[in-house]
């Protein structure tokens, strides 16, 4: 079994350096263009699905359906699940995150940005290990609940590096160094039981176009 696991092209959230938590933004022109740039390289790959997966929230969902639709696949049926949605991060929904423009505390945006695992709830949000928890469920769970083959999983930056937290090889370093760029794909194959990464934060589209807006923001 093999996992694509994709995070959502870019948002007018992205571009505006704001938290987006699971505010239900859609992409905007760059985020959809990264989509069907990933897709048109996929299928020169040859790489076809046998099931996809998304986050519930529409810029994960609509990353997806470009993605399939360049691949020659868009009648492949999408499920969603919501154990793969993005950390909800209550009061800082829709905050900026731009240094002396920031809506939330200095210091918590700084302990969010470099040690999430050991930061307090976000007020009225998740925390980190909740989110550890839920992703890692539907990451253990996917061969039980899914049948054998190449899967697309369709999610968001937090989300993602929630997911493949335990299987780092320092988990304590939440981020592996930033948040994954918009579109960029970790590859995960079933060996012997266990999950492991293959290919990590890969860009089937030209480096130049990916645009870290800021660190940490998913």
């Known amino acids: 079994m093999r996992l694509y696991v994709i995070r959502h092209g870019e948002t007018e959230y992205n571009e505006k350096s704001l938290l987006q ?13 990264l989509a069907v740039l990933t897709g048109d390289a996929m299928k020169k790959e040859g790489i076809r699905f046998d099931g996809c997966v998304s986050s519930p929230l529409m ?5 997806a359906e470009i993605l399939l639709e ?4 868009k009648d492949l049926p999408i499920r969603r699940d919501r154990r793969i949605i993005e950390m909800c991060i209550g009061d ?19 302990r969010f ?12 949000g998740e925390t980190t290990e909740e989110v550890i928890a839920m992703t890692r469920e539907f990451l253990d769970r996917f061969p039980d609940e899914h049948p054998d083959g190449t899967w697309l999983v369709s999610t968001h930056g937090f989300a993602v590096r929630a997911m493949l937290n335990s299987l780092f090889p320092d988990p304590a370093d939440f981020w592996q160094g930033s948040v994954p760029l918009n579109c960029a794909v970790s590859i995960l194959d079933l060996e012997n039981g266990k999950w492991k990464i293959s290919a990590f934060d890969r860009l089937y589209y030209d480096r130049s176009l990916a645009v870290d807006r800021y660190s940490g923001n998913a």
Do not use: F, Y
Request: hydrophobic share 35%; glycine share 12%.
């Open 113 to 124: 940005k470099h040690d999430p695992i050991g930061m307090p709830r976000i007020p009225n």
């Open 59 to 63: 810029r994960a969902v609509h990353t």
């Open 21 to 33: 938590g699971q505010t239900d933004v859609e992409l905007n022109a760059l985020g959809r263009r």
């Open 92 to 110: 800082w929904e829709g905050k900026s995150v731009l240094a002396g423009a920031s809506d939330v505390d200095p210091e918590l945006m700084e």
């Open 70 to 73: 360049r691949i020659g696949q």
